[in-house]
């Protein structure tokens, strides 16, 4: 607005009117009309104080305020459309303009149209300054900016990624380089920040990166198993920043470029030939750019940090988290899973349902929906290895596991003394006891189909021929029931004849002849 007060105030001390524009920032015919204007209504100086410029353009210049016909954009609209892909105020002045030619009204010019729209969208541009409370935020993310070692072996270089950790309130940050931006890096950057800061804070506040967000929404962002594991077990939550507003963890961002300038571009001229050595480099350069003064308040990060938000941050767990990978896997018909091309079992109810697989060093656990079923040591060494647990099993599966020397013997004493006898037998005829597992296995099913007592004497009618019974000979007696024949003694001959006593010698009967008398 002309600021009319100011005119009145130069022009009553002779000021020429040329230094007045000049003064005033306006036009030297905008001075001269109103000055014409004053001196028509009488007004000179001074002024009531409480008489404004806006006052004072009702006065001089009632003109001004008339409101125009013109039909006046509707500026929330045109904003929400500018945000399409290929919209351009022109293409939208074009429609406004079609729109006013169809309701008979007069539409604005191309240039006030934009005048119109540039001055609603400078208010939507409005920045405010949010106090962050100590302990509260933990800002993360990656460096754009890239540092390097040298392989000592082929000379290559390798390019090393920067992770930066930056307290909200303090803005004391941690800096470490890794090889690669994986989950294992990004998990392992946050344990060892943790460690550096000494606790936790309340949120965490990453990108929208892979490695911590499985789906981006603007509402409920889904994280990653992993890292949701990683934030429960330091009782933190993680709360993404928006896409593309990088207003929402300006620390870290301030931070990043920060750490491009003091620590990555100051080390430009070292050479590294192992990431250690790179980042006791980066931690030395680190403790100074904590130490250095901030150039508009009194202090710095550390004595920020020191006095304000170490006490303020949650404390670390006994123990530090320990990375699992989250795998998915189906249940086989064999009951159990694959994982690194091992073997493991869970419970044979869950056969071709697919469950969730927590992966750590030393441990492997079987989840459905989010109950753990199952529970591992983690196998190594040659591939396709088992790991079965007796309880997974179905009951006509368990049997099978047990069956072992020691089982027989102790079935077979409480069955009765000649399928006692006839089971020893049988594990002892073969050159290992292994080889006779299968003979008392069909021993077991003879008494389950035949009962125990008939089981004792076959065994007993085998043991009579031979001390060393076949499970063939047994199964053969009780297939013809020689095991229910009524015991006889044997007939002998009433005559007093020796024959006898040579075996199957004939005699005479046997020819048809008679003995003399």
Known sequence: MTKYREILRLYSQGISQRSIASSCQCSRNT???????????????????????????????????????????????????????GVTLSLLWSEYCETCRLNNEIPLMYSQFCRYY??????????????????EMLEVDWAGKKASIIDNTTGEIINAYVFVASLSCSQY????????????????????????????????????????????????????????????HYETAVIPARVRKPKDKPTAEGTVGIISTWIIAALRNQQFFSLRELNQAIFLKL????????????GCRLSIFLEEEKYALLPLPITPYELATWKIATVQYDYCITVEKMHYSVPYEYIKYKVDVRITRNI?????????????????GQEGQFSRIIDHMPDNHKQFVTWDEEYFLSWSSGAGENISAAVKSLLSSGRVKQQGFKSCISLIKLADKHSLPRLEKACEKALSYTPNPSLKSIQMIL??????????????????NDSAKFGFTRGADYYGGKQND
Request: proline share 4%; with cysteine.
């Open 118 to 135: 540039h001055k609603f969208a400078n208010t939507t541009k409005a920045t405010m300054h949010i106090h962050r409370k100590p302990g």
């Open 287 to 298: 403790d100074e750019f904590n130490q250095k003064p901030f150039q508009k308040k009194e």
């Open 479 to 496: 297939k013809t029931k020689q095991d229910k024949a009524p015991k006889e003694e044997r007939k002998t001959h009433a005559n007093t």
């Open 173 to 232: 940050a941690y800096v470490e380089a890794f090889l690669s931006m994986n989950m294992e890096s990004w998990i392992t950057a946050h344990i060892n920040a943790f460690k550096f800061f000494g606790g936790a804070t309340r949120i965490l506040i990453p990108d929208n990166l892979k490695t911590g967000v499985d789906r981006v929404d603007w509402y409920t962002p889904t994280i990653n198993k992993t890292y949701h594991e990683m934030a429960e």
């Open 364 to 380: 492997v656990e079987i989840f459905f929906n989010n109950h753990r079923i199952a529970s591992h040591v983690r196998l190594y």
């Open 31 to 85: 001075v001269a009309m109103v000055i014409n204007r004053a001196n028509q209504h009488e007004l000179s100086w001074p002024i009531s104080q409480e008489t404004t410029d806006a006052n004072l353009q009702d006065l001089l210049f009632p003109e001004k305020n008339i409101s125009s016909n013109r039909r006046i954009p509707d500026c929330s609209l045109v904003h929400k459309e500018m945000s399409k892909s």
